[in-house]
């Protein structure tokens, strides 16, 4: 008796088993054909010879990631070049800058907008989301029409006798970092103002009965709460800022050269597919010890509050 209920156990268990994986498996072969195969024909790329006409060589070849750091002389020896490294060092510092003034711009408007009454917020939390409804490339070309020598800002500033000549606006870092932050800006502000929206509006009164100012209650009370927000508005900025390539080749002209611009010249003007390949998986690369210290630290913050 005991043996024919443990079997029956087992064919049972063996079931659910396969049930749950039947349920999980069309899941499982869209992860394997979109991201797990793309990947791996990317590194498979990277390890080959470029043609000169586009594509790749079936030959092994560790040149791209040579490439990367040694430029090859005449002599066919190898010379340390830091051009790539610039790009790289340059694209992480627009990136930063951006998230930094992403972050000083989103979290006002996110604190602004837990305070408004319910039946507002979701007005302008449609407002916020508005321009997502245009495609990025019209709305960044827009700023070229606000920013160029004959634009709107030159034109009013003319108008009003501020200036007297056109400012140098376009083609600049400033209009580059103007754009990623006008493109990334909702994206701090939406995490933080989750966080915020279920805050105890109460915690502010008892600050106020104990006479905190607004910056201690801000410093104290206001912060850790929306702590998690501002690391998730960061990383959802300074992740995609990376790879830009629309903002920097539009607005910067195609000078202010980035790793999104860097890695999309070699697959079209360039024809080098393996070096390419092997450029996006450094930034790939560099995505992923973000993305590692973005889950660190939300542990870590987990943890503090409580395991919760």
């Not at 302008?124 to 070309?141: D, E, K, M, S």
Request: net charge positive; with cysteine; proline share 5%.
């Amino acid at each position: 008796m005991n043996r024919l209920s443990t079997t029956a156990g087992n064919s049972l268990e063996r079931r659910q088993a396969l049930r749950s994986f039947l349920g999980v498996s069309p899941a499982l072969v869209s992860i394997g054909l979109f991201l797990i195969v793309p990947i791996f024909i990317v590194v498979g790329y990277s390890l080959m010879q470029a043609n000169p006409y586009g594509g790749v060589n079936p030959h092994f070849s560790i040149d791209a990631y040579v490439s990367l750091l040694f430029e090859r002389q005449l002599d066919d020896s190898l010379a340390f070049a830091d051009s790539y490294v610039m790009i790289a060092l340059r694209s992480i510092g627009i990136a930063a800058a951006t998230t930094v003034i992403t972050l000083l711009v989103g979290f006002p408007v996110a604190v602004w907008l837990a305070m408004q009454p319910a039946h507002r917020r979701g007005l302008l939390i449609f407002l916020i989301t508005v321009p997502f409804w245009a495609n990025l490339l019209i709305r960044t070309y827009a700023w070229i029409l606000l920013l160029r020598g004959t634009g709107v800002v030159n034109g009013t500033l003319m108008s009003l006798g501020i200036i007297h000549q056109p400012l140098n606006l376009l083609y600049t870092d400033g209009a580059v970092l103007l754009g990623l932050v006008y493109t990334y800006a909702p994206f701090v502000v939406l995490p933080i103002y989750a966080t915020l929206e279920k805050m105890d509006m109460r915690l502010l009164e008892a600050a106020q009965d104990l006479y905190a100012g607004r910056i201690r209650t801000l410093r104290k009370v206001v912060l850790p709460i929306a702590r998690p927000g501002i690391l998730a508005g960061a990383i959802l900025t300074f992740v995609p800022c990376l790879g830009a390539m629309i903002a920097p080749e539009l607005l910067g002209g195609g000078t202010k050269m980035m790793l999104g611009n860097l890695i999309f010249r070699q697959f079209s003007d360039s024809r080098n597919w393996p070096f390419g390949a092997a450029l996006s998986l450094v930034l790939m690369g560099a995505v992923m010890l973000v993305l590692m210290f973005y889950a660190m630290r939300a542990e870590r913050l987990r943890i503090a509050r409580g395991g919760e």
